[in-house]
């Protein structure tokens, strides 16, 4: 700000100070020399407060704030104006010093005694300062005085003291200046609030409840009482709420945090009844929007899953990247790759943007445009070296499924010698190795990866199903797997590697239980190719013929489906 400016913001300050008898002042009068004229008591006081104004603001400008709050704090005592007085506090709470701000707050009140925006900045200054126990005197006298607003100010304590660490102290402070006001839904639900904070969920929820008895329809409390009975039962939740809704159907929040609440506990088609309902009432919504499409992915309707999500483009929504993302799976599953390109291309930030390029890249090359795909992931945006490893990875993804093994291994070779410890970009070269049939150079990888992350699942079952496979080291590659297991006990592939084990050691029927169980998780090919070959060692050969014909036919293409049957049917 230039002085003038300065000039005329402390003018505007001081200048009605010097009218009348406002300045209370302890100085005693002046002298009248009996050979001058006296001169007038407001000129010299003019220019003092000018300069102490001038000075005090300069000095903040300049970040100087101890001579800034001296001067605005000298300024305050001297001239005992509430303004001054409101900036000098001001100053000081900026400054952080709270106890001068504190005092200077009670001379403030001592000025204004009934101001109300003295008694919220001291009590603004008590929560910063972490004096609760003076703080109930000052919200009684503001909750009294301000009877017009009583209710949304009972409704604000939680709010001012949501900071506060000690959330039992916050409760025992919103009970003692709530608790005249008993009469009133809002003190309840202030109680409630703070008892929720503290971890007090009983007294939380008999406190809402009461809130809810003297206000029947209040969306607010009841979305409340959910949130809290939520956690406890979800079911009891959505049967409290379901009651509440059906006594107040036009009540929105309500109705949607029902609809979100039976997804949780899976009652989809309940859940969806709702969301219809509120779309029929709300058609361009995108709160409701959104999650109506979701569920109806999420139900196989990707017709109107489709036609939401389109919809929403049409809307406010923010995340529209998220929106293009699951329009661009669905154009993609349709076999329509060019819709799905220009979906992915619009994807431009949030937790998809990297998928989407990836399946983007994808795209291009399965289209013929490999460099470009290539030269896409590469130039993509990335924060962090996680996001840097995710984008190369993807890039080998795609040499590795043209079946360019060997490029795709020197380019993760190549991103190791700048971070020789990195676990993915290890796995991912072992994975390379074992394609190239370099066993020893797998063994190295996996193992220098397992010197790194002793706990990583997919290594200790990659290396112990490697010996598995070339039936060599059984007992330990059976240990392996078998600690891999324990660290992922639902892993279907991880129980492949042991039912393969145990195959190659002759255990055929633990073999046949493990396989059968990794199966039901996941009909991969090659876990049935496995299934097939024990099935035939058991005499079952129908099941297995049956089984290879099955998987055959969803995966005609697979290499060790096409060897296995040759195996055992020439």
Do not use: C
Not at 196 to 204: E, H, K
Not at 227 to 250: C, D, I, K, N, W
Not at 529 to 543: F, K, P, S, T
């Amino acid at each position: 700000m230039s002085p003038k400016k300065y000039l005329a913001t402390a003018l505007a300050l001081v200048l009605p100070l010097l009218h009348g008898s406002a300045i209370a002042s302890n100085d005693p009068p002046p002298a009248k020399p009996a050979a001058r004229k006296a001169q007038p008591r407001g000129e010299d006081l003019l220019a003092r407060t000018v300069f102490q104004t001038l000075l005090g603001d300069l000095a903040l400008q300049r970040g100087d704030l101890r001579l800034g709050l001296d001067a605005w704090s000298d300024l305050a005592q001297r001239t005992r104006d509430p303004k001054v007085l409101a900036r000098a506090v001001e100053v000081a709470g900026f400054a952080r010093q709270f106890d001068r701000a504190l005092e200077l707050s009670d001379l403030w009140l001592s000025v204004e005694p009934d101001s109300q925006r003295a008694r919220q900045t001291r009590s603004s200054l008590l929560v910063l300062a972490n004096r609760l126990d003076e703080l109930a005197p000052q919200l009684s006298a503001l909750l009294e005085q301000d009877q017009a607003n009583l209710a949304g100010n009972l409704m604000h304590l939680n709010r001012m003291l949501l900071r506060h660490p000690d959330k039992k102290a916050v409760q025992q402070l919103v009970d003692r200046v709530a608790a005249p006001y008993r009469r009133l839904p809002e003190a309840h639900f202030a109680m409630a609030q703070a008892a929720a904070s503290a971890g007090d969920r009983l007294r939380a929820l008999d406190e809402i409840e009461q809130a809810l008895s003297r206000r029947t329809d209040w969306e607010a409390a009841a979305l409340l009482r959910t949130q809290l009975q939520a956690e406890l039962s979800p079911e009891q939740a959505a049967a409290t709420l379901l009651e509440f809704v059906s006594r107040h159907p036009g009540l929105r929040d309500a109705r949607l945090t029902l609809a979100r609440l039976l997804v949780s506990v899976k009652r989809y088609d309940e859940a969806r009844a709702h969301f219809n309902r509120l779309l029929r009432d709300h058609p361009d919504s995108p709160e409701i929007i959104y999650p109506v499409a979701i569920l109806a992915l999420q139900q196989g309707d990707s017709e109107t899953g489709r036609k939401q999500l389109e919809h929403l483009l049409q809307t406010d929504f923010p995340d529209k990247s998220t929106v293009h993302f699951f329009l661009g799976q669905l154009a993609n599953d349709r076999l329509q790759p060019d819709i799905a390109i220009r979906h992915y291309r619009q994807v431009t930030q949030g937790d998809q943007y990297l998928a989407a390029r990836s399946r983007l890249a994808q795209l291009l090359w399965q289209q013929g445009q490999p460099e470009e795909a290539r030269a896409m992931l590469r130039e993509t945006r990335s924060t962090n070296s996680g996001e840097k490893t995710q984008l190369l990875l993807a890039e080998a993804q795609l040499l590795r499924e043209a079946q360019q093994h060997e490029e795709a291994l020197n380019l993760i070779e190549s991103a190791l010698q700048r971070a020789p410890d990195n676990p993915e970009l290890l796995y991912e070269a072992a994975l390379l190795s074992e394609r190239l049939g370099r066993h020893d150079q797998l063994e190295s990888r996996l193992q220098h990866l397992l010197s790194v992350k002793p706990d990583h699942a997919h290594a200790l079952n990659a290396l112990g199903y490697s010996w598995a496979d070339r039936n060599i080291r059984l007992d330990e590659a059976q240990s392996l797997i078998a600690r891999a297991l324990a660290l992922a006990p639902d892993d279907p592939f991880i129980m492949d590697s042991l039912g393969w084990v145990h195959y190659r050691r002759g255990d055929l029927h633990q073999a046949r239980e493990l396989l059968e169980r990794a199966h039901a998780l996941k009909a991969d090919p090659e876990i049935a190719a496995h299934l097939a070959e024990v099935l035939w060692a058991l005499e079952r050969r129908d099941e297995a013929s049956r089984l290879l014909r099955e998987a055959s036919q969803q995966h005609p293409d697979n290499d060790l489906l096409r060897n296995t049957l040759r195996k055992l049917q020439p």
